[in-house]
Nanobody, 120 residues
């Protein structure tokens, strides 16, 4: 089993910045990809950013140029640097990861989410 724990959410004014972190722990042989999704009230969960082992990234069009995803492989951690935040970025942000365990198959895991609120 693998646990993903997010941190770094909070309340910020429009134009401000936040940095989210997500640490993976447990039965981890390798982490193939990690990412961030978000879900605002009444909306479906949507991809924000994703990073794979080779370092390739992809972003939602709405956050390109403002958000940056990065990984620390040694710490099993993924970060999301969010700059120039807008009220429409308000949502619960979820970390996800595709993890291969020892003597195990690759499975998909979700974190519990962290709230980001951007005031106008």
């Amino acid at each position: 089993q693998v646990q993903l724990v997010e941190s770094g959410g909070g309340l910020v004014q429009a134009g401000g910045s936040l940095r989210l972190s997500c640490v993976a722990s447990g039965n981890i042989f390798s982490i193939n990809a990690m990412g961030w999704y978000r879900q605002a009230p009444g909306n479906q969960r949507e991809l924000v950013a994703h990073i794979i082992n080779g370092g390739s990234t992809n972003y939602a069009d709405s956050v390109k140029g403002r958000f940056t995803i990065s990984r620390d492989h040694a710490k099993n951690t993924v970060y999301l640097q969010m700059n120039s935040l807008k009220p429409e970025d308000t949502a619960v942000y979820y970390c996800d990861a595709y993890v291969t365990g020892y003597s195990d198959s690759t499975r998909h895991y979700w974190g519990q989410g962290t709230q980001v609120t951007v005031s106008s």
